[in-house]
Structures are given as structure tokens and as C-alpha cells.
């Protein structure tokens, strides 16, 4: 514990105000993980908003610096993850009880790079059956421009005790 204090104390010594507020977001949400608002890491890590009804799911994340690659853009394998996150979320919810999907197959069609403050993944049921479903999800900004689509197919599995 000692020498997580002193590498902490280090990080915070040599970080930028960019570093700081990337740091000092992380933290919060990763609070947020231990009193059960988040229940990964990951979805702390992304702050991950998630909501979902009968026909649809949506998942959003800040479009901050944590996220982009090294040309200052939104990585393209995160927005991988806000589909498959967004697209699996409407799966799981069509499950019958004790069951989830998972991903067995996403195809994912990058078609320009997000620039607002938040980046949205909207997801639809194309076609639900007793094993299998495929799911399409897209990115578009709120400016209607379309950044990413993809359709995902998912096996229906029994959840793990």
C-alpha cells in the first residue's frame, strides 16, 4: 500500500491539468464501481451511460482525451466497444431468465471521426430467434452525421453461477 501511495503521489506530481482532470474523472467513477452505480470496470472507466426499453438500447461515453488514439481522435476500438456494448445490452434484456448473449460475430463500418463532447450508440433488434440474434447498432452525432454502423450477431448462453 505504501508504494501505491508514493507511485499516486508521483502521478499527481508530474501530471498536466489535462492529466489531473482525466485522473480525477477516473477516480470518481471508479468510486462510483465500489458503491454499485457501475458495475464494471470498464463501464467506470468509460463512465458509461446505459438505457433501454422494449425495441432499443443506447449507450453514451464523454468524448474526452482518455479515449483518443494517438491523433487526437476517438479510438476506434472503443467505439468498437460502445456497439458491441450498446447492441449486447438489447440482446441480454431480450434473454429468458438465467440467460445472457454474447457476441459470437460484429462487423463494424468506421465512417468519420466524432467530435462532439459525447458520442452515443443507438441499438435495434433486426432479428431475435431462439439460439441467435442479430442486432444493428450505429453512432450518429446529434448533428445527424453518421460516424460508425454495425450489426452484431449474439448466441443466447446461460449465465454463469
Known amino acids: 500500500m505504501k508504494n501505491l501511495s508514493k ?3 508521483r502521478i499527481v506530481d508530474n501530471s498536466t491539468l489535462e492529466d489531473l482532470k482525466i485522473l480525477g ?16 470496470y470498464l463501464s467506470a472507466s468509460l463512465n458509461m451511460q446505459r ?4 425495441h432499443s438500447s443506447a449507450v453514451r461515453i464523454p468524448n474526452t482525451p482518455f479515449i483518443h488514439n494517438n491523433i487526437d ?3 476506434g476500438g472503443i467505439l468498437a466497444v460502445l456497439l ?3 447492441m449486447g445490452t438489447l440482446a441480454s434484456s431480450k434473454c429468458p431468465e ?25 441499438a435495434r433488434m433486426i432479428r431475435q430467434g ?3 440474434m442479430v442486432v444493428e447498432g450505429n453512432i450518429v452525432q446529434q448533428d445527424g ?10 448466441f443466447i448462453v446461460p449465465k454463469r453461477q
Open 130 to 132: 431462439a439460439h441467435t
Open 145 to 154: 452525421k453518421h460516424i460508425a454502423t454495425a450489426t452484431g450477431s449474439f
Open 84 to 86: 458491441d456494448t450498446a
Open 73 to 75: 481522435i476517438p479510438h
Open 98 to 122: 438465467g440467460y445472457a448473449a454474447v457476441t459470437t460475430n460484429i462487423t463494424i463500418h468506421y465512417l468519420t471521426v466524432a467530435v462532439e463532447d459525447e458520442i452515443r450508440a443507438d
Open 25 to 40: 474523472d477516473f477516480l470518481e467513477n471508479f468510486e462510483k464501481k465500489q458503491q454499485g452505480e457501475f458495475k464494471t
Open 51 to 54: 438505457e433501454t426499453d422494449e
Open 7 to 9: 507511485q499516486f503521489q
